[in-house]
Every structure is written in structure tokens, then in C-alpha cells.
């Protein structure tokens, strides 16, 4: 079955960086774009970064433009969020997605495999 497993996240002052990762198994990962999102406590999950199957282009939310950046190794099966200046906001637990296909996929409903997530937390 189909595994996308999460790792790298921890606590981290504000100002520092991370990198997340995401090993994926049980799925041809080269036919699927993926994504990052992020839930906060009694919040919504909101989408972060994703990026196409061939990692040509990526998207991601205005609050981490400049500051995360999502990139993939298909012959490792992984995808990567890299993220620096890491602000209290971005205080979540992080997940990684899967969808079928060849385009960017912002729409969290397209997703059809995910993570268990990872805690990041920021302090001041």
C-alpha cells in the first residue's frame, strides 16, 4: 500500500530552519505531484508548497514565498520542504500529499495519499 512518511520536523527558534522530509513508497512517485500542508491547532488545514512530477515547477502560499522552497529526488522516492526564517506562524503540524498526475495541485480534495505528519514548533 501506498506510504508517504515525514520526518525533520522538531522545535526551532524563530529565525532558524528546518528541512523536512518525505519518503514515499508503494506508488510510481515519478506520476505524481506533491505537496506540502500545514494544520495548527483549531485551525484548518491550509496548503503550503507543491510541486510537479518532474519537479519543474513548484507553487506555494504567499506567507512562505521567499522563505521555503519544495523540491523532490524521484530516484530517492522523496520530496523536501526547506524552510528558513522560520517565523512562530509557522507553528503547525506538517504533511505531505500525493496526487495522481502531471500538474500543480493546490487543491487539498486532489490529494489522495498523506503523511502522519510532523510537529514543527518555533519559539521566540
Known amino acids: 500500500q501506498v506510504q508517504l512518511v515525514e520526518s525533520g520536523g522538531g522545535l526551532v527558534q524563530a529565525g532558524g530552519s528546518l528541512r523536512l522530509s518525505c519518503a514515499a513508497s508503494?506508488?510510481?512517485?515519478?506520476?505524481?505531484?506533491m505537496g506540502w500542508f500545514r494544520q495548527a491547532p483549531g485551525k484548518e488545514r491550509e496548503f503550503v508548497a507543491a510541486?510537479?512530477?518532474?519537479?519543474?515547477?513548484?507553487y506555494y502560499v504567499e506567507s512562505v514565498k521567499g522563505r521555503f522552497t519544495i523540491s523532490r529526488d524521484n530516484d530517492k522516492n522523496t520530496v523536501y520542504l526547506q524552510m528558513n526564517s522560520l517565523k512562530r506562524e509557522d507553528t503547525a503540524v506538517y504533511y505531505c500529499?500525493?496526487?495522481?498526475?502531471?500538474?500543480?495541485?493546490?487543491?487539498?480534495?486532489?490529494?489522495?495519499?498523506w503523511g502522519q505528519g510532523t510537529q514543527v514548533t518555533v519559539s521566540s
Open positions: 510541486i510537479t512530477f518532474n519537479g519543474g515547477s513548484a
Open positions: 508503494g506508488l510510481t512517485f515519478s506520476s505524481f505531484a
Open positions: 500529499a500525493a496526487a495522481l498526475g502531471f500538474r500543480l495541485v493546490v487543491n487539498r480534495r486532489e490529494y489522495r495519499h
